[in-house]
C-alpha cells in the first residue's frame, strides 16, 4: 500500500504558496481523526485480505507474508514496520517516530478486531479490491488532515530524497511495484492484476485529493507525512 505517502504530484505542489490556513485541530479532533483513520485502513486491509489480494506498502507485504506463513497479520505488520520505525527515529525524530509507532499499532490492532466480528465468508474480488483500496485511501486521508504517519516503505523514500536526491514518489512507487510483484510467488496472476489496479485507485485517491495548503483545517507545515 502507499502507506501512503505525499504523491509526485503532491511534492510538485509543494512549492505552490499556501492557501489561507483555518484555525488549529484540537487534540479531541486529532485523536478521533486518528481512530477513524486507523481503522479505516484496517477495514480495507481486511477486504483484500478476504481475497488474498495485495497492494503496496508495508501492508502489502505483511498481507503478502499472511498468505505464505502461519502468522496473522497483526504481528506480521508491526514486526515488519519496526525496521522502518527504529530508521525513523535515528533519522527523522522522535514525533515523527511515536505518531508512526501509534499508528502501526492501531492498524494492528483493529485488524484483529475485524478478524473476530467481521467474518468475510464471501465477497467477490473486483469488490474487495477496488472498495478495499479506496477505503484505505480515505482512512490515510483522514490521518494525513491530521499529521498522522503510517511511516514504513515512506521513511526510505523520504530518506533517499534527503541524502540521495532521489524524489521520493519515484522511490515509493519503485517498491509498491515491487510488492506487488513479487505477490506473483503466492497468489494467481488474475489477483496480481487485480491487486495492481487497486493500488492504482489508492494512489488515485491520494494524488486527487492531498496536497498541501488545499485544506483549511491544517496547520501550516511543510513536515513531510508518510504513509
Excluded: C
Amino acid at each position: 500500500m502507499t502507506e501512503q505517502g505525499p504523491s509526485i504530484e503532491e511534492r510538485d505542489d509543494d512549492l505552490a504558496p499556501l492557501a489561507p490556513m483555518g484555525p488549529p485541530h484540537t487534540r479531541a479532533e486529532d485523536l478521533f481523526a486518528f481512530l477513524t483513520g486507523t481503522f479505516l485502513v484496517s477495514l480495507g486491509l481486511h477486504l483484500l485480505a478476504g481475497v488474498n489480494a495485495v497492494t503496496g506498502g508495508t501492508a502489502g507485504l505483511s498481507l503478502l507474508a499472511s498468505y505464505g506463513v502461519d502468522a496473522s497479520f497483526a504481528v506480521l505488520y508491526l514486526g515488519i514496520n519496526l525496521p522502518f520505525v527504529a530508521l525513523a527515529l535515528h533519522q527523522l525524530g522522535v514525533g515523527f517516530t511515536v505518531r508512526t509507532l501509534a499508528a502501526v499499532a492501531a492498524v494492528s490492532g483493529f485488524s484483529l478486531v475485524h478478524a473476530q466480528w467481521f467474518d468475510i465468508a464471501s465477497i467477490a474480488t473486483p469488490y474487495a479490491v477496488v472498495g478495499g483500496n479506496l477505503i484505505i485511501g480515505v482512512g490515510m486521508l483522514v490521518l494525513f488532515r491530521h499529521h498522522a504517519s503510517l511511516g514504513g516503505f515512506n521513511v526510505t523514500a523520504l530518506l533517499a530524497q534527503q541524502k540521495l536526491g532521489l524524489r521520493a514518489g519515484y522511490v515509493q512507487m519503485a517498491m509498491d511495484v515491487t510488492v506487488i510483484l513479487a505477490s506473483v510467488a503466492i497468489v494467481s496472476a488474475p489477483l496480481v492484476l487485480w491487486s495492481a489496479l487497486g493500488a492504482a485507485v489508492l494512489n488515485l485517491v491520494l494524488a486527487l485529493n492531498h496536497r498541501p495548503g488545499r485544506y483549511l483545517g491544517e496547520t501550516p507545515s511543510r513536515r513531510p507525512l508518510g504513509r
